[in-house]
């Protein structure tokens, strides 16, 4: 006798055949059929082809691979992320480092530091040829008056040529000007010291400043400002009317350039040897020690910044050396004019040579951390005659 049964929704009939169990069949069939709804949402976003007759071991395979693949990936990202975010945060902290330490004392400092600039002592040959105030000063150290040279007639120029060996101060001499302003005024000269020889200057027969005149300038406050009487400004530019019109150009006579700008032009105004974001985070003398808490003494100031930030010449001069040393790590030192010199330690790269000359604009290294140091900074000292001095009392913005 047959039997004939009805499998899921199939209409192929199936017949009974000897050692086949109909409970057995019927409960494999109930099994296929028992797919669980999570295994279909698996299964179906995924549109698998033929996903209906995969079996029971395969589907779970398939859910099971699924998302260890999501797990390695995020497992992958999280290892990705670590040390990215680790590394920013230890930069972050090496360069905003706060209060910086030297790991020698401060005996071992000064040691360094008062046998590096006796060996590179300066010998400014400029710095007896006129005094603080641009007075050209005689061959017996006597001051040349305006009188000696003469004011109350017409200024005149000529044309001069500047000459191997030549100085601000010989030619002033050699023209009988009084005062080394007067030549920088005429010729707008930013910078002395980077006078070259075959360089052309405008030299007047007279001292004094070229002024162009601004509106509201009068005969009158011209001659307050500069301490010079009407009728000398007017026989200088051989005027014949006090009427002064906005732009004219006048010839002060006997006038000077202020001290400030003089120093500017002579490159002896200190500035800050970084212009970028910097922290002052150890001033000039007097400090305990950062490691034993003793009274110690600081030789310069710390200027705090990141690593690589550029480190200008303070003042204009020229490089004496360009070294390394345990205490200060990589350093440069420059002489300047009136005897003093400056040291730039802890460098993570020196971008001068001795012998060169810098100015104010003059890129000399890059700040790092090198030598007895706790983080990035440019440690920063300056001596005048051979004694330190507290560069805060010399810098200008």
């Not at 406050?221 to 009728?231: A, G, Q, R």
């Amino acid at each position: 006798m047959e039997i004939i049964s009805f499998v899921g929704e199939s209409s192929a009939l199936r017949k009974s055949t000897p050692g086949f169990s109909l409970p057995r069949f019927q409960k494999k069939v109930s099994k296929k059929r028992s797919i669980s709804s999570s295994q279909k949402k698996i299964i179906s976003p995924l549109n698998f082809a033929h996903s209906r007759s995969f079996s029971k071991t395969e589907r779970q395979f398939t859910a099971v691979g699924i998302s260890k693949i999501f797990s390695v990936l995020l497992f992958g990202s999280i290892l990705m992320l670590v040390p990215v975010t680790v590394f920013n945060v230890l930069s972050f902290f090496e360069n905003h480092t706060g209060q910086l330490a030297f790991a020698s004392n401060s005996n071992q400092e000064l040691e360094f530091l008062d046998s590096a600039m006796s060996r590179f002592a300066m010998n400014d040959s400029l710095s007896d040829s006129f005094d603080e105030n641009g007075n050209v000063l005689s061959a017996d150290g006597s001051v040349l008056t305006a009188a000696s040279v003469g004011i109350g007639e017409k200024v005149t120029f000529q044309t001069y040529t500047v000459k191997s060996g030549d100085s601000i101060s010989t030619i002033s001499r050699k023209f009988g000007l009084s005062n080394i302003s007067t030549l920088i005024a005429v010729n707008d000269i930013s910078n002395v010291r980077a006078l070259r020889s075959g360089q052309k200057l405008k030299v007047p027969s007279m001292d004094g400043l070229v002024y162009t005149v601004q509106p509201g300038d009068s005969l009158n406050s011209l001659s307050v400002k500069y301490h010079v009487s009407v009728e000398e400004i007017l026989d200088a530019n051989d005027l014949t009317s006090e009427m002064l019109t906005r732009g004219m150009s006048l010839f002060i006579p006997g006038a000077k350039m202020d001290a400030l700008s003089l120093k500017k032009a002579m490159g002896e105004l200190f500035v800050y040897p970084i212009t970028a974001a910097w922290r002052l985070t150890s001033r000039f003398g007097p400090r305990k020690d950062p490691f034993t808490g003793v009274a110690s003494s600081h030789t310069g100031i710390d200027m705090a910044c990141p690593t690589g930030t550029p480190i200008r010449s303070a003042m204009s001069g020229k490089v004496a050396y360009v070294g390394w040393s345990n205490v200060f790590g990589n350093y440069v030192i420059i002489n300047h004019a009136s005897g003093y010199q400056t040291l730039y330690g802890h460098m993570s790269k020196a971008l001068v040579k001795k012998g060169q000359a810098v100015d104010q604009n003059t890129k000399i290294g890059l700040v790092g951390s090198t030598g007895y140091s706790t983080g990035p900074h440019l440690h920063f000292t300056v001596y005048k005659n051979g004694n330190l001095v507290d560069p805060m009392t010399l810098l200008k913005r």
